[in-house]
């Protein structure tokens, strides 16, 4: 029912900032919780952050006070600001959507993007 693009990937220095955008489209009939996610090669994907429908944000220990998730749900976007960058920021960023779902906000995705490069080297 939802599509997810992502744009916004590229290269910066250590220290400077990126700002990643995810445009939903399709049939939205729900409402949606949107997180995103990141991996770098050899590991796991992991948890970055998310925003409800509600506003309530969450972040991992690692990017807290560093990376900031907004959303607009008119437009059915949603945007991470990452500031502050350093070299383990490096990964493929994914934004996801998730719906029907309560309570923790890190998990329970079901609709996933294609990613975006996020590398950070100086």
């Known amino acids: 029912q939802v599509q997810l693009v992502e744009s916004g990937g590229g290269l910066v220095q250590p220290g400077g900032s990126l700002r990643l955008s995810c445009a939903a489209s399709?049939?939205?009939?729900?409402?949606?919780?949107m997180g995103w996610f990141r991996q770098a090669p050899g590991k796991e994907r992991e948890f970055v952050a998310a925003?409800?429908?509600?506003?309530?944000?969450v972040y991992t220990d690692s990017v807290q006070g560093r990376f900031t998730i907004s959303g607009d749900n008119a437009e059915n976007t949603v945007s991470l600001q990452m500031n502050s960058l350093k070299p383990e920021d490096t990964a493929v960023y994914y934004c996801?959507?998730?719906?029907?779902?309560?309570?923790?906000?890190?998990?329970?995705?079901?609709?996933w993007g294609q990613g975006t490069q996020v590398t950070v080297s100086s």
């Open positions: 399709g049939r939205t009939f729900s409402r949606y919780d």
């Open positions: 996801a959507a998730r719906s029907g779902v309560v309570g923790d906000l890190r998990v329970g995705y079901r609709y």
């Open positions: 925003i409800s429908w509600g506003s309530t944000t």
